[in-house]
């Protein structure tokens, strides 16, 4: 597998679920992040690590939690989420988190809540 | 509040013709402003991006035109072809936001054959 991958590509659940979303990347960066895609609106950052620290958590609701076990791997754990968070989730790394830095995306997961 | 306006939403375009997206921000602390692509089932991919101290890029069919003055940049798609038949997002960012890159509402763009 190259670039970042996404799994699972579509997940149904219901606002009483725990679900876990998963990011990998085989670039060798050391940035990952999670952002929000819904239609018709802009990207949302949603959480931002940079060599396996937490540096950015965009008021995100706890509803949403992340992790980053190494800097290949990320998570977001996600329990009883609302409708309005059903979206498309996209997980993208960047080689050091810099400003001008490219950030390669995966395909993303998307995500209904009933 | 959105700090890059993107337009327009959506447009149309002949083969052949020319595609123009337009953004505005009012940040002036941002420094880097770079487009990218999004196709159907994939996520956004970086196409081409400036820094302020230019007036204009331009890689093969895809121009940024920059304005520092009225904080404005576009994207120029020319010779459309349907393969670019994508959403385009418009983003920037500054030196100091560490790769935090606010993004524009996206613009889909659809090239008839």
């Known amino acids: 597998e190259t670039g970042v991958t996404q799994t699972p590509r579509h997940l149904v659940m219901g606002m009483t679920n725990k679900k876990s979303l998963k990011c990998e990347q085989h670039l060798g960066h050391n940035a990952m992040y999670w952002y929000k895609q819904s239609a018709k609106k802009p990207l949302e950052l949603m959480f931002v690590?940079?060599?396996?620290?937490?540096?950015e958590n965009n008021s995100v609701p706890s509803r949403f939690s992340p992790e980053c076990p190494n800097s290949s791997h990320l998570f977001l754990h996600l329990h009883t989420l609302q409708p309005e968070d059903s979206a498309l989730y996209l997980c993208?790394?960047?080689?050091?988190?810099?400003?001008?830095?490219?950030?390669?995306f995966g395909p993303g997961t998307r995500l209904t809540v009933l | 509040q959105q700090q890059v306006k993107q337009s327009p939403q959506s447009l149309i375009v002949q083969k052949g013709g020319i595609s123009i997206i337009n953004c505005a921000y009012e940040?002036?602390?941002?420094?880097?402003f770079p487009w990218y692509q999004q196709f159907p089932g994939k996520g956004p991919a970086l196409l081409i991006a400036?820094?302020?101290?230019?007036s204009e890029k331009k890689e093969g069919r895809f121009t940024i035109s920059f304005n520092k003055s009225a904080k404005q940049f576009s994207l120029h798609i020319m010779d459309s072809q349907p393969g670019d038949s994508a959403t385009y997002f418009c983003?920037?960012?500054?030196?100091?936001?560490?790769?935090?890159?606010?993004f524009g509402a996206g613009t889909q763009v659809v090239v008839t054959p």
């Open positions: 940040n002036t602390a941002f420094d880097y």
């Open positions: 983003a920037a960012s500054s030196t100091d936001s560490w790769g935090k890159l606010q």
């Open positions: 690590y940079n060599f396996k620290e937490q540096t």
């Open positions: 400036i820094r302020p101290d230019v």
């Open positions: 993208a790394s960047s080689p050091n988190g810099g400003a001008t830095d490219t950030q390669y």
